[in-house]
């Protein structure tokens, strides 16, 4: 075994960990949300409306995405500092469990490094930060360390409560996304097999301890299908994460460019994880060893299958090699340590230094990130400001803003707008709900889908019911699976007819193309009195027509100058 070196303990390191682990991740809080979180908060939005996810609004993720995202919306408010704020705690919680993790295996010393190399995994740090964090994947790391934790303690693992919770977690991964499966599965096996390796005797108990584990592993999946089932959304459900995904799985980027981009952008975290997965063990940890090993190679796994290789994909993989990172990190300063005797604390900056060279983190990026998160605390600069700087889709975060701001400024709050392009950001920010579930066009995109021709013709009804007061095009955001969204325009003849005799191009802010609606006003007017004039058309709380509420066509101005 390594020599150990001893390591403070107490109220001051713990205290250390949460407050270095928490100002780490300090920039997630102020960070805007990219077109994915977009999305995913504007069905949370949806959701709080009355609404279902599937049937009121599409995605191809599970249902406890969109759910988890309205409860944010719901705890911390309908903006993006209340999305970032709860992943700011859940990354928060994430390191914690990489401290305790790390402790089961190599001792307290492995605490904070563990603690600070997850921090370094998930706060991302270079222009991609806004990007690829705060996604589902952080929310399944969480989930699944969650469940090495318990497994790994032999006094949970063998109590039939604590099997089922660690099953349960695990059943709840699955209802973010369908590639939690295999990952769940090989810590169920891995658990199991500990079980009986560890008391024979244990083998009496066995069908008890599987029958909780496979209760506690359904009940989520079966909680959220049979409420969408209650809701009349199953058929809804099953279409888009069924049938949808299946299609969807075929759009892949290649082996290849996945391998290269592990070697490029985590190469040297993997080296050093691979020292701590090989050199650091504590004889009591076996349990806790193999089942990150287990879910390291099933997550690796996963992420091969998919074969898309957005950087946040890797995040559970890249989450277990953070706390073998750690592991290392914590055995080169315990050696430190040893060897400089009255000036051991000179370890922790050399371990330090070790994760910031490990984690490919892009140090002036982040130490820029930092040093604007103290400004914007302290009132000196604005928190528009430090959004700005980060590309959050086609576009950057302030182009995303503007937009927002220009249509809610211009429309009233029944009104509703339709983004053709991967920006329901856009809808998110400016609080007002796209005319069709198909708020996001790839969905009607999909080559080869056998549904398409029924989704197109069903979008084109929503919009005939209820003709949006905007539509937005976005252009030149095509990427190595999808084409651009104007092409995807082009070859949907009966849309772009559509946007062509109904609207007129008002305005555009980069690489957004706002067009108005030919049909009625778009600007919240006012007649003489003061009293609103009514809307062009009455909606319920979805922003779908509502036949018990009267509507009233109005006639539009005309446009001088720029405004009504």
Not at 280 to 295: C, E, F, H, I
Not at 369 to 394: H, I, P, Y
Request: proline share 5%; net charge positive.
């Amino acid at each position: 075994m390594p020599r150990r070196a001893s390591a403070p303990s107490g109220w001051f390191a713990l205290t250390a960990e949460w407050l270095l682990a928490a100002l780490c991740l300090s920039p997630l809080l102020l960070l805007p949300l990219a077109r994915d979180q977009g999305h995913f908060a504007y069905a949370g939005q949806v959701i709080l409306d009355g609404g279902l996810p599937y049937r009121d609004v599409f995605d191809q993720k599970g249902p406890a995405t969109h759910y988890t995202f309205a409860l944010a919306l719901a705890l911390f408010g309908q903006t993006a500092w209340g999305v970032r704020c709860f992943f700011f705690f859940a990354a928060l919680l994430t390191t914690r469990l990489a401290a305790v993790i790390g402790q089961r295996l190599a001792g307290h010393q492995a605490r904070l490094p563990c603690a600070l190399a997850m921090a370094l995994v998930l706060v991302q740090g270079d222009e991609g930060t806004a990007w690829h964090s705060g996604q589902v994947e952080d929310l399944l790391l969480v989930l699944q360390l969650a469940a090495v934790w318990l497994y790994g303690n032999g006094a949970a693992q063998r109590s039939r409560w604590g099997a089922a919770l660690a099953a349960g977690l695990l059943g709840l991964a699955c209802t973010y996304k369908p590639t939690a499966l295999l990952p769940s599965l090989v810590l169920l096996t891995i658990a199991g097999a500990a079980l009986l390796r560890g008391d024979p005797a244990a083998r009496l108990s066995c069908r008890a301890w599987l029958a909780c584990s496979l209760g506690g592993f359904l009940v989520p999946p079966f909680v959220a299908i049979g409420y969408l089932a209650a809701r009349g959304a199953f058929d809804d459900f099953w279409m888009i994460v069924i049938d949808f995904n299946s299609a969807y799985a075929g759009l892949k980027n290649g082996f290849a460019k996945g391998m290269s981009m592990l070697v490029k952008r985590w190469g040297r975290l993997t080296v050093l994880a691979s020292w701590g997965a090989v050199a650091v063990r504590a004889p009591s940890a076996k349990t806790t060893d193999r089942l990150l090993w287990g879910l390291a190679v099933a997550n690796l796994a996963m992420v091969a299958w998919q074969g898309k290789y957005w950087p946040y994909h890797w995040t559970p993989f890249v989450g277990c090699l953070a706390i073998f990172a750690g592991l290392s990190a914590a055995q080169v300063a315990a050696e430190l340590a040893q060897r400089l005797g009255r000036w051991w604390p000179m370890a922790t900056p050399a371990m330090l230094a070790l994760l910031l060279a490990a984690v490919p983190v892009d140090l002036q990026y982040l130490s820029g990130m930092w040093r604007s998160t103290v400004r914007v605390a302290a009132g000196r600069e604005s928190l528009d400001t430090f959004r700005a700087r980060f590309n959050c889709g086609a576009v950057d975060a302030d182009v995303h803003r503007q937009a927002a701001e220009y249509i809610r400024s211009r429309t009233s709050p029944g009104e509703t707008m339709l983004v053709w392009g991967y920006e329901t950001v856009v809808n998110f920010l400016a609080d007002r709900r796209a005319p069709t579930r198909f708020a996001v066009d790839r969905i009607l995109c999909l080559k080869g889908f056998k549904r398409q021709a029924a989704w197109r013709a069903e979008f084109l009804h929503s919009l005939g019911q209820n003709p949006p007061a905007y539509i937005v095009v976005v252009d030149h955001n095509g990427t190595s699976i999808w084409r651009e969204s104007t092409e995807e325009l082009q070859r949907f003849p009966e849309f772009q007819e559509l946007v062509s005799r109904d609207y007129v191009e008002e305005t555009r802010f980069d690489r957004l193309r706002l067009y108005h609606w030919r049909g009625g006003s778009c600007a919240p007017n006012v007649v003489e009195g003061g009293l609103p004039r009514p809307s062009r058309l009455a909606l319920d709380g979805l922003g779908r027509p509502s036949s018990d509420l009267a509507c009233e066509d109005i006639t539009s101005p005309e446009w001088i100058d720029g405004r009504w």
